[in-house]
């Protein structure tokens, strides 16, 4: 039995020259002889436009809220009739939210408690300094703190420090 591959081999099919040959979908739905530069070339710069750090963006933008109430404010009183009283509005346009008059009321959750030392979550507290810490390693650190480095972490946390 002669090995595989060993026998004649089919040339491939060859367009003759009165065919033309087309091309196929994929030739035809490529985009490789498309000339593709990096930068678009009908791109101007534009000149007038200056870049503003965070802080001149929000007072641009309390400006603006701020005309926009006056204005609406003196339509309200060009509205108001002579004797005094106020023409019908049914929207409360002073209470408009924006993004920096949002105001929320406290939450409901218990406020939570954060580790001296590590900043983590502190569920428990030091009896002797008041101290919260995180875990065991942290107790084991707050042991070893003298009393005026008690009283200076319970300072930062805004605390009025008592050590026994």
Request: proline share 10%; aromatic share 6%.
């Given at each position: ?66 005309v926009e ?77 003298s009393g005026?480095?008690?009283k200076d ?12």
């Open positions: 039995m002669p090995p595989k591959g060993s026998g004649k081999k089919k040339q491939p099919l060859q367009p003759t020259e009165s065919e033309p040959s087309s091309p196929t979908l994929a030739e035809q739905l490529s985009y490789l002889h498309n000339p593709r530069p990096f930068k678009n070339p009908n791109y101007t710069k534009n000149v007038n436009r200056r870049s503003k750090n965070l802080k001149a963006v929000l007072t641009q933008e309390r400006e603006r809220e701020r109430r006056e204005r609406r404010r003196q339509e309200r009183e060009q509205q108001m009739e002579v004797d005094g009283q106020a023409a019908v509005d049914d929207t409360a346009e002073e209470d408009l939210p924006t993004y920096s008059s949002i105001e929320s009321p406290p939450s409901f959750l218990p406020q939570r408690k954060y580790c001296d030392i590590t900043g983590l979550e502190g569920p428990y507290t030091d009896p002797a300094t008041g101290l919260r810490y995180h875990d065991k390693s942290i107790y084991e650190l707050i042991k070893g703190l005026s480095a008690a972490y319970l300072s930062a946390r805004g605390v009025n420090p008592i050590v026994k």
